[in-house]
C-alpha cells in the first residue's frame, strides 16, 4: 500500500484528518482519544449563580449524583466550574473558588472514577489545586490570557488546556479573523511558556463578547477555525443566541443545542460542552454516522 492509500485509509476510520488525532494518558490510569468520535464533554457548575443550573450542584452529594447520571449518559469529561461566567457575573477570590470546588472535585472522583475532569477557571492557583486534587484539564475561558501565570501550570502538569476566545470588549475589525488571531496569540503564549502543541485545544468562546449575529455567522464558519489543526471544543449549551433565536426560556433549548451541536461537528468540532448529555450524545452519535459515511464513499471513488 502506498503512503498515499496509507493516508486515505487512516482517514476513513475516522473521517477527521489524522493530525486531529490525540491520545492522552493520566498517571492514574485515565485515557482520552480524540479523532476517533466526538466526545461530550459534561457541565457540572459548583455555584449558587450559574445562569442554567445555579445552586443545583453545589454541593458534593447533588454533585456526586449529578456527575453518576452523566455517565449513565454516555459522558466523556466532566467539566467542574466553581464560578459563573455570565453575563454581569460576580467574581468570587481564589479561596472561595476552591471552597467550592476541592469537595465537588473528590466527589466526583469517586462517583465518577473512569472519567477525565476539566476544570473551567482562568486563575492559575486554583488550576494548580484542581490538578493536585485530581483533575486532569485546564478549560480557561480567557485563553491564558487573564492570569499571567495559568500557561506555565498546564506547562508545568502536562495537562490538555482549552484555549478559549474571550475579549473585554467586542471591539472587532472582521469578526472571524480577529478571533483566529486572537486564538493564535493566546497558543503563543501556551508554547512559548513549555506546553506541549498535542496538549492544546482551541474553543471559539460564543457567547464571550459576541453579540447575537456574531454567534450565528461564527457557528457557520466554525471550519475556519477547526482548519488550524487544534482539536476544537464547542461550547454553546443553553446560551443566549439560542434563547434569542428560538425565543425560549432556558430550560427549553435542548434542540437548539443539539442543532449547533451537529453543525459542529460537521464542520470538524471534536468535543461538545453541554448541559444535556443524552441527547447530545445521540446527536453526536449521528453525526458521527453520517461524516464516517460520507468519508467512505468519498475514500472509494
Known amino acids: 500500500m502506498s503512503n498515499q492509500e496509507q493516508e486515505r485509509e487512516q482517514e476513513i476510520q475516522g473521517y477527521r484528518p489524522t493530525f486531529w488525532n490525540r491520545s492522552y494518558e493520566w498517571d492514574d490510569g485515565l485515557k482520552l482519544e480524540l479523532g476517533q468520535r466526538t466526545l461530550i464533554m459534561g457541565i457540572l457548575n459548583a455555584t449558587p449563580d450559574s445562569f442554567s443550573d445555579g445552586g443545583r450542584f453545589n454541593q458534593a452529594e447533588a454533585a456526586a449524583e449529578r456527575a453518576a447520571a452523566m455517565v449513565e449518559e454516555g459522558v466523556d469529561i466532566i467539566d467542574i466550574g466553581a464560578e459563573s461566567t455570565r453575563p454581569g457575573f460576580d467574581p468570587v477570590s481564589v479561596e472561595e473558588e476552591l471552597r467550592r470546588l476541592l469537595p465537588v472535585i473528590r466527589a466526583v472522583r469517586e462517583a465518577a472514577p473512569r472519567v477525565p475532569i476539566s476544570i473551567d477557571t482562568y486563575k492559575a492557583e486554583t488550576a494548580r489545586q484542581a490538578l493536585e486534587a485530581g483533575a486532569h484539564i485546564i478549560n480557561d475561558i480567557w485563553g491564558l490570557k487573564y492570569d499571567p501565570h495559568m500557561a506555565a501550570v498546564a506547562a508545568e502538569y502536562g495537562c490538555p488546556v482549552i484555549i478559549s476566545h474571550n475579549r473585554t470588549a467586542r471591539d472587532y475589525t472582521d469578526l472571524v479573523p480577529d478571533v483566529l488571531a486572537d486564538l493564535e496569540a493566546s497558543v503563543a503564549i501556551a508554547l512559548q511558556a513549555g506546553v506541549d502543541a498535542s496538549r492544546i485545544w482551541l474553543d471559539p468562546g460564543l457567547g464571550f463578547a ?34 434569542q433565536t428560538l425565543d425560549l426560556p432556558v430550560n427549553e433549548l435542548a434542540e437548539g443545542t443539539a442543532a449547533t451541536t451537529a453543525l459542529g461537528i460537521a464542520q470538524g468540532c471534536q468535543i461538545v460542552r453541554v448541559h444535556d448529555v443524552r441527547a447530545n450524545k445521540r446527536t453526536a452519535m449521528m453525526a458521527d454516522a453520517i461524516m464516517y459515511k460520507s468519508a467512505h464513499l468519498q475514500g472509494r471513488r
Open 210 to 243: 459576541k453579540d447575537h449575529d456574531d454567534n450565528l455567522e461564527f457557528m457557520g464558519r466554525l471550519s475556519e477555525l477547526t482548519a488550524l489543526g487544534y482539536p476544537v471544543l464547542l461550547g454553546t449549551s443553553r446560551k443566549r443566541f439560542i434563547r
